[in-house]
């Protein structure tokens, strides 16, 4: 018998995740999110529960998905006292794809052990359009039976689809590829904005970039929203902030300092001060293009 999922956490990724998994023929049973309205529209839309509670959500599913914001958001949903995913959750599996702190994680499975319930990391690389198309880059970390059990589900969700290792494992490597590209993200706004400013043409600048040293995957995804000021959200400089200061975290934990993260944070977190935080993380050129608002 399909197992029935559910989802918590339907903004961009969650929703177009519930979808895709839907016309694969998986079974929702419920979503919920903060914001009621949206999952009511969700809901409509797939036929299934507009969870009024998180432990509403536990009682229709045998798995659920988390796709929430942060570490706290995190602990909240999985929460000791009150309305939370662990009332009932004996036998259920949780699969959490959040770019949260590692300890998180390991504290989560902690809590859903104790509850009876399993857990699995599945940190997501790529974006929207690749969670409606379901190609994700999954990269999955705790029980490697518990990721065998989930591996059909996770398969229509992703093309590239990796076992980490334990919990906290995956949490660290997502965190390392966040940080890494958000550092490609700024050396490309400073790029362009110098090269804008000295009078270069953008269009031959991007093409001599993308042949040479300078190119990057951020370059394919980010360079013409840079120069044309096109900043619709796949990728949030508030989450980039975040992810940042995560692997600025791991960092301190093992005793290095990590001057670039540490720089690229600080120009993620002036977005956020500045009101551009929702804006993609391309947004960064509004920093470094000379006649722009940074």
């Known amino acids: 018998m399909a197992p029935k999922i559910g989802l918590v956490g339907v903004g961009r990724m969650g929703a177009n995740m519930a979808r895709r998994l839907r016309e694969t023929g998986h079974v929702i049973s419920a979503v919920y999110d903060r914001d009621a309205t949206r999952a009511a529209l969700l809901a409509a839309e797939l036929g299934c529960e507009a969870a009024a509670t998180l432990a509403a959500v536990t009682a229709a599913s045998d798995i659920v998905i988390t796709v929430v914001s942060d570490d706290q958001a995190q602990l909240d949903v999985f929460a000791g006292t009150g309305d939370s995913l662990l009332t009932g959750a004996r036998g259920r599996t949780f699969i959490n794809c959040a770019t949260i702190s590692p300890g998180v994680h390991q504290e989560v499975e902690r809590r859903a052990q104790q509850a009876g319930a399993v857990t699995l990391e599945a940190c997501m690389a790529s974006s ?22 989930c591996r059909p589900i996770l398969e229509k969700l992703s093309s590239t689809l990796r076992y980490i290792g334990p919990t906290g494992e995956a ?90 993260n540490r720089a690229t944070q600080a120009q993620y977190e002036r977005m956020i001060a500045l009101g551009l935080g929702e804006l993609d993380k391309s947004g960064l050129a509004e920093l470094t293009f000379k006649d722009r608002r940074g």
């Open 128 to 149: 929207i359009p690749q969670a409606r198309q379901g190609t994700l880059y999954l990269m999955c970390g705790g029980s490697r039976a518990v990721f065998d059990q």
């Open 171 to 260: 949490a660290r490597v997502k965190a390392l590829v966040n940080m890494v590209m958000n550092a490609n993200t700024a050396a490309l706004a400073e790029g362009l904005g110098l090269g804008r400013a000295v009078g270069l043409d953008l269009e031959m600048l991007r093409e001599v970039f993308a042949a040479t040293g300078a190119n990057s995957q951020v370059l394919k995804t980010d360079g013409d929203d840079m120069q044309n000021r096109a900043h619709e959200c796949y990728f949030s400089a508030a989450h980039a902030a975040k992810d940042s200061g995560i692997a600025a975290k791991m960092a301190q934990e093992a005793g290095l300092d990590l001057p670039v």
